[in-house]
């Protein structure tokens, strides 16, 4: 396992490793996909990449407002999600921000910790 940053300066989860297959947070392990607010982190069975949801990540995390945006980790190499999930994102007026899970889960802490409002989906590693 790779341990990430501990000592974190502002609320909410942060991720503080990565697993084989999955992430840290805090001493919670994950092994599967994450989703991330200001507020809380959630396992994610996260769905093929051809169906991913916008409104199945946002959902859960039941944030109010509405995030700034999201940060989405692809998995073990950065992919783009399809045309359609950047679409759902556009017409609701929110970007996203790619990179593959384990950049995502390093940018996480550094955009939190300017408490930027923003979500994010990591899909899990041992994709």
């Known amino acids: 396992m790779v341990e990430l940053r501990k000592d974190v300066d ?3 989860p942060v991720v503080t490793g990565l697993t084989p297959d999955g992430f840290k947070v805090g ?4 092994d599967q ?36 945006f999201l940060l989405f980790g692809s998995g073990p190499v950065m992919l783009q999600p399809p045309a359609a999930f950047r679409r759902e994102a556009e ?19 550094v955009l939190r910790a300017e408490e930027r409002w923003i979500v994010g989906a990591f899909m899990p590693l041992g994709v």
């Open 91 to 109: 017409s609701l007026n929110m970007g996203i921000e790619v990179m593959d899970s384990r950049a995502a889960a390093r940018v996480w802490g």
């Open 10 to 12: 502002f609320e909410g």
């Open 27 to 30: 001493t919670q392990r994950f």
């Open 33 to 68: 996909g994450l989703l991330l607010s200001p507020f809380q982190v959630l396992a994610w069975n996260a769905p093929q990449r051809e169906n991913l949801s916008l409104v199945g990540i946002l959902k859960p995390l039941d944030l109010d407002p509405g995030p700034e």
